[in-house]
């Protein structure tokens, strides 16, 4: 159980384009999903919290009218890159929690999204 | 900040056991410590956490020092596939606290 479904997995688009990243969860529901952002052989940076039927909370430095959050449901959280530029490229990865007896308790994270801006 | 410092690289022999510390002197009471791991180009993946007691599962052993300021994941019979960047984290179980990641430890598992 407990699992947290990403994609694209990879996705290559041009300069000044827009792409959406899709994050959800298979077999629970999740109020509040998390977005974060990895450059190569560096550590998992949290980039904001999405909460369902509400706005995102951005972490500070994080743009957020570059990375637009929408949690509509309970299972679906997409994170839009706007306006991509090359140094966008990242690995983005969304994590999730469903918490109750027959979960670890902790964090379910995606298998993560490889945006290359070119 | 992260609040876990763990060192950045270690090495282990296939077949023998990983020992990775991670320092979290400044952990609350009601906070959890947390491992995972994350292999090249996924996302990390759950092995284990603990509050102050000692636990195992089938991946993984987690010891928790008394004073709970550091902890210590065993793997006790490493494998290449084990090779990973490991991620100590700390947080409280209830709620929806977000994971603050360190720098994690990079496990090189030789053969």
């Known amino acids: 159980g407990a699992v947290v479904s990403q994609h694209p997995s990879w996705v290559i688009c041009k300069s000044g384009t827009s792409v959406k990243i899709e994050c959800r969860s298979l077999?629970?529901?999740?109020?509040?999903m998390f977005w974060y952002r990895q450059f190569p052989k560096q550590s998992l940076m949290l980039m904001a919290t999405s909460n369902e039927g509400s706005k995102a909370t951005y972490e500070q430095g994080v743009e957020k009218d570059k990375f637009l959050i929408n949690h509509a449901s309970l299972t679906l959280s997409t994170l839009t890159v706007t306006s991509a530029h090359p140094e966008d490229s990242s690995f983005y990865i969304c994590s999730a929690t469903a918490r109750g007896p027959k979960t670890n308790y902790g964090y379910t994270f995606g298998s993560g999204t490889r945006l290359t801006v070119v | 900040d992260a609040k876990t410092t763990q060192p950045p690289s270690m090495d282990c022999a296939e077949g023998r056991a990983a020992n990775l510390p991670c320092n979290h002197s400044t952990i609350s009471g009601n906070e959890y410590v947390y491992w995972y791991r994350q292999i090249h180009s996924q996302g990390p993946q759950y092995i284990i956490h603990g509050l102050k007691n000692n636990e195992t599962n089938e991946m993984a052993s987690l010891i928790i020092t008394e004073d709970r300021k550091s902890s210590t994941l065993i793997l006790p019979h490493a494998t290449l596939r084990d090779t990973a960047v490991y991620y100590c984290i700390v947080s409280p179980l209830s709620g929806t606290y977000k994971y603050i990641f360190g720098t994690g430890t990079r496990l090189k598992v030789l053969a």
């Open positions: 077999d629970f529901q999740a109020t509040t």
